[in-house]
């Protein structure tokens, strides 16, 4: 019981800290927020790649969520609102070994909408140590 209370806690905590940032605030969407960050904490590389489950725990998609909801409501969605707020998103690679999905990765292009984002307050509250 306390372990998911502290869980909701430490959830909503998150949330409202991810609603500070002017620039993330105004970005529909939970999910759309959270790949953002993603994005900018790789900014100088071009691309993100992070192992398919952990990126599932970082999103926090529910488990009852198959791969097309995965695709539709969050995939899809952030390919057309994260390019307004500064990275183009060229394509989205599962990588599969055998059947399963064994990561992801995301290929991007900063943009003409790019605003620097201080990404150091989100790293140690969202534990972005899982990050690559």
Do not use: A, W
């Amino acid at each position: 019981m306390e372990k998911k209370n502290f869980e909701t806690k430490e959830r909503k905590e998150k949330f409202q800290f991810l609603s500070k940032s002017s620039h993330i605030r105004d970005m529909r969407g939970k999910y759309n927020r959270i790949i953002f960050l993603m994005l900018n904490y790789s900014k100088y590389q071009g691309k993100y790649k992070c192992d398919y489950k952990e990126f599932k725990k970082i999103l926090e998609i529910p488990k009852s969520y198959r791969e097309s909801h995965i695709n539709t409501k969050i995939l899809n969605l952030s390919k057309v609102e994260i390019p307004k707020f500064g990275f183009d998103i060229l394509e989205i690679n599962k990588i599969k070994k055998s059947r399963s999905i064994d990561e992801i990765e995301i290929i991007f292009n900063k943009n003409s909408n790019y605003i620097e984002v201080d990404i150091k307050p989100y790293e140690s509250h969202m534990k972005m140590k899982m990050f690559r």
